[in-house]
Every structure is written in structure tokens, then in C-alpha cells.
């Protein structure tokens, strides 16, 4: 296993990030994206650590806080050194049913950390990321909160997760002006299937020296090598049921068919070629990967030896290329009289 630096810090995470959607089950999406109790999550952790694996993701909605309880639980029951361990969980959604238990107030993210804190059975968080947008509350009072929660002792660092560049850059901004603590991180969908951050985000990432954790590499399954123009149902996929995060099938079929041929030529399957692509794209700091069987994990943490060569790349950035959009197009021609 390799590490990274993580964004301008002095902390090292490993290349892979373990995911915990699939802990827990609960009610609506969640039971469809994975069932996995503590017998199995205990099993999937050890796997996961043995690997050289230090860096583990959750979020306080997933399974309505079940994920964060079970990861807090494995934690004990396998007798992991925490200090080894970065971990990282994040505030914004909706986690109950009073009128503020939703958003990036300073009410729900102090509230939040508390109860996610209970859940993990931990005395701090690694890494809180917010948790997408709350246009109800100004960013300058998320950014204040997240700063006044990290002097409390209760988080490492702040990061943020699915905001568009514009509000990166805002938050950066204001932090920088009132001297607070700033985000370190990013999390954000990109996959062969979406590349759709390439456009903005990556290049104020790469500006502000963030670290970028891509979630979804597979596109939630869809490349995992299952699905093909012949088989659009895979029969054990979350995506059968809960068909998200959206992708230009049509595409995504084409970009199917190359992954699966360099595969095939490497003996490996058409998810560790997508996934080694994630791996190998520049600004990219750790690629978040999930589970639900042992199996499946394994062949997952195989992309980290996988090496494609110069060709291979260029055939997978042709077939799955972003359309450039204004004003892409228009940067690149005036850059030309610049040399």
C-alpha cells in the first residue's frame, strides 16, 4: 500500500480509502446499497487493515447512523490501534425529525459531532466533511462553526464534500480573511462515467492544494464489469435497484468495452482497470472503494498493482472524454499565443 500526503498537511493516508455505505441497512436506499451487520463488518474491516489500509470513510446518514455505530464497534472488537487509524465522517443531512436536525448551521454541526462522536465511540473525528450544499445557511457560518468545532478538540480537520468550485474558492476565502481553519480536502463523484469535475473542481483543488477523495470510481457498479448492451440488470448490483449516480449509459457501455479488453490482456477484471484509472489521475489523493463481500473487496484492492501503460491510458481518456464545454474550449484556443 502507498500513502499520500493529504492536501498541504503532514498527514499520510493510504491510496485506497475504505467506504462504509454498505454498514447497516436500515429503511429506503440504504437497504438496497448494502445489509452488512457486525459479524460482517468485523470480517471486511480486518481485511481492510491487514491491507495496509489506514484511512476509513463514513458518513452520519448512512443507515441513519448505523454505519458509524458498526465502524465504532469493529474498531473495538478487532482491537485496532486508533491512533493508526484516520477517520473520517461527515455533517449535513438529515438525521431526525425536529426542524433544525438537517443543514450546516452552527446548531446541526455542534449536534452532529456530538452524536456522531457516540455513535463511532471515539473522543475525536479525523476528518469531518460537510456533507453537500445547505443554500439556507451562509457558508461565512459553516466555516466559523467548522472552525470553532475543530478548536474544541473534537475534530482534526474540515473538508468538504459535492460543492461546486465557486463555493470552494468562497470558503477558502473566507477562512483565509478571518484567519480560520480551512479545508483540507475534497470529496467528490469521479469516475471513467463522470469526469464531470475535471471542468472546475480539480483545477481549484490543484490551486488550493486540496486533496481530492473521489467517491463512486465504479460509478456505483455500473463499471464494475457486470452491465454490458447485452446485460443491463446484473442481478446483485445496488444499481438494479437504487440507480444512481447517473451516467450517459449509451457512453458508459463504450468506456465498458475498453476497460474490459485491457482487462482481459492483464488477467484482471474491467473494475481494477477502472478503478487504477482513478488511482493514477493527477491530483487524485485517495480513492474511496466500498464493499459488501470479502471477494469483492479483494479484487478492489488488486487496482493498487495494476500498471497501465501510456497507450492504455490514452485509449481510456479518448473513450470516456469530457465534451468541452465554454469556456473550456475558448481558455485552450487563447492559450495558444501564450506558448
Known amino acids: 500500500m502507498k500513502y499520500n500526503f493529504l492536501g498541504g498537511t503532514g498527514l499520510l493516508v493510504s491510496e485506497i480509502c475504505f467506504g462504509t455505505m454498505t454498514f447497516g441497512g436500515g429503511q429506503g436506499i440504504w437497504s438496497a446499497i448494502g445489509k452488512l451487520q457486525q459479524d460482517g463488518v468485523n470480517q471486511l474491516m480486518k481485511t481492510v487493515v491487514d491491507a495496509g489500509i489506514n484511512f476509513i470513510d463514513t458518513a452520519?446518514?448512512?443507515?441513519?447512523g448505523e454505519s458509524e455505530t458498526l465502524l465504532g464497534q469493529s474498531i473495538i472488537d478487532l482491537g485496532f490501534d486508533r491512533s493508526e487509524l484516520v477517520i473520517a465522517t461527515k455533517v449535513r443531512g438529515k438525521m431526525g425529525e425536529g426542524i433544525n436536525s438537517i443543514g450546516l448551521s452552527r446548531f446541526?454541526?455542534?449536534?452532529?459531532?456530538?452524536?456522531?462522536?457516540?455513535?463511532?465511540?471515539?473522543?475525536?473525528?479525523?476528518?469531518?466533511?460537510?456533507?453537500?450544499?445547505?443554500?439556507?445557511?451562509?457558508?461565512?457560518?459553516?466555516?466559523?462553526?467548522?472552525n470553532d468545532i475543530v478548536l474544541t478538540g473534537k475534530v482534526r480537520y474540515i473538508a468538504c464534500c459535492n460543492w461546486p468550485a465557486w463555493m470552494i474558492?468562497?470558503?477558502?476565502?473566507i477562512a483565509e480573511k478571518h484567519g480560520w481553519n480551512k479545508f483540507i480536502g475534497l470529496q467528490h463523484y469521479y469516475s471513467l462515467a463522470g469526469r464531470d469535475i475535471e471542468?472546475?473542481?480539480l483545477p481549484v483543488a490543484e490551486d488550493l492544494n486540496l486533496g481530492v477523495m473521489p467517491w463512486s470510481p465504479l460509478a456505483g457498479g455500473f463499471l464494475s464489469g457486470k452491465y454490458t448492451r447485452n446485460n443491463e440488470k446484473a442481478g446483485d448490483s445496488r444499481r438494479d435497484i437504487f440507480d444512481f449516480p447517473?451516467?450517459?449509459?449509451?457512453?458508459?457501455?463504450?468506456?465498458?468495452?475498453?476497460?474490459a479488453e485491457i482487462g482481459a490482456q492483464h488477467n484482471v477484471?474491467?473494475?481494477?482497470v477502472a478503478l487504477a484509472w482513478v488511482r493514477l489521475q493527477k491530483g487524485v489523493t485517495s480513492t474511496i472503494?466500498?464493499?459488501?463481500?470479502?471477494?469483492?473487496?479483494?479484487d478492489?484492492?488488486?487496482?493498487?498493482?495494476?500498471?497501465?501503460?501510456?497507450?492504455?491510458?490514452?485509449?481510456?481518456?479518448?473513450?470516456?472524454?469530457?465534451?468541452?464545454?465554454?469556456?473550456q474550449w475558448m481558455v485552450e484556443r487563447q492559450a495558444a499565443d501564450r506558448g
Open 60 to 64: 452520519n446518514v448512512y443507515s441513519q
Open 108 to 146: 446541526h454541526i455542534f449536534n452532529s459531532v456530538d452524536a456522531s462522536l457516540k455513535r463511532l465511540q471515539l473522543d475525536h473525528i479525523d476528518i469531518l466533511y460537510v456533507h453537500g450544499v445547505d443554500q439556507r445557511t451562509p457558508v461565512e457560518e459553516t466555516m466559523r462553526a467548522l
Open 169 to 173: 474558492m468562497k470558503a477558502a476565502g
Open 199 to 201: 471542468r472546475e473542481v
Open 246 to 259: 447517473p451516467v450517459n449509459k449509451e457512453k458508459a457501455y463504450d468506456i465498458i468495452d475498453v476497460i
Open 269 to 272: 477484471s474491467a473494475a481494477q
Open 289 to 298: 472503494i466500498g464493499a459488501k463481500t470479502i471477494d469483492q473487496l479483494n
Open 300 to 327: 478492489n484492492l488488486k487496482s493498487i498493482d495494476l500498471e497501465l501503460s501510456a497507450d492504455e491510458l490514452m485509449r481510456i481518456d479518448e473513450v470516456s472524454a469530457l465534451t468541452k464545454e465554454y469556456p
